[in-house]
Every structure is written in C-alpha cells, then in structure tokens.
C-alpha cells in the first residue's frame, strides 16, 4: 500500500463492511485527491486507490479472515476486523458452527459486529471445527484466535 493514501487500512476496511452489508456491488468515492473503489469481488472485496491525476493501485483486500498455522498442524481462524463475536445469526438460533462441524473455504462460521454492522467471518479453509475459542458476544480483536480447524 502506498504511503500517499490519506486513508488508513482500518478506513478501508470500515467502508468494505459498510458495502457488504449494502445492495451495491461497487462503490466510487471521489475527492479532489484521490477516487477510492471498492467493489465486491467473490466472497470479499478489492479496492483500487487513484491519486487524480495518477496512475491505480490496488490496495489490500479486506473483510477476510485471516487463516493460520499453528504447531500442532491446526489452522486457526482470525476475524477480519475487531469487533463483537457471534456464533450465531441472531439471539436464540442455533450457532454457525460446533465443534467437530465440517466447513469449507466458503462456510459462514461467526459474525463479527464492528461499529453496528454485522460481518460475516468464513472459514477461508476446507476442514473439521476443533476448538471454538470466545465465548458468544464476547469483545474481541483483529489479533484473536476464533478457531481451531483441522485441515481436510
């Protein structure tokens, strides 16, 4: 990421989580520096940065977990942003995931919710759920292990 960009990493992410929780899959911010694109792409989303007048960059991909490994040949699941940690859609529904729930890259297993906006956390890797770590609503950050997965 280029050190120009009048946008934290932290800024970034805020507005790919306000997109994903809207209807729209592209949003264009333009200012008298820079045009900021954030455009949904698979399962996350991809931001191009361009100075006016410059050439694009594309910067950092967020709102994706981050998967681990760890000695023991687990792989732990790290959330994509700060938050509230939920294990479930709503109050009284059952959870995403148990342990000994087999997931793929793809399967929802939490929901983080991070300046009251709820973002889906996936797997981001094919295996059984071993260890969930927090407990349910329970503040968490960046740098907290959510899982343990045993890679199929």
Known sequence: MSNDLPLSPE????????????SYDVLDIETARFRLR???????????????GGEAKEVASAVEPEVAAEEDGLLVIKPPLPGTFY???QP????????GSKVKADTVVAIIETMKLMNPVHAGVEGEIVEIIPENAESIEATTVLMKVKPA
């Open 11 to 22: 800024d970034v992410e805020e507005i790919a989580s306000i997109l994903s929780k809207s």
């Open 38 to 52: 954030v455009k949904r792409s698979g399962e996350g989303f991809t931001q191009e940065w361009t100075p006016i």
């Open 87 to 89: 294990r479930a859609p």
């Open 92 to 99: 009284g529904a059952p959870p995403f995931v148990e342990v």
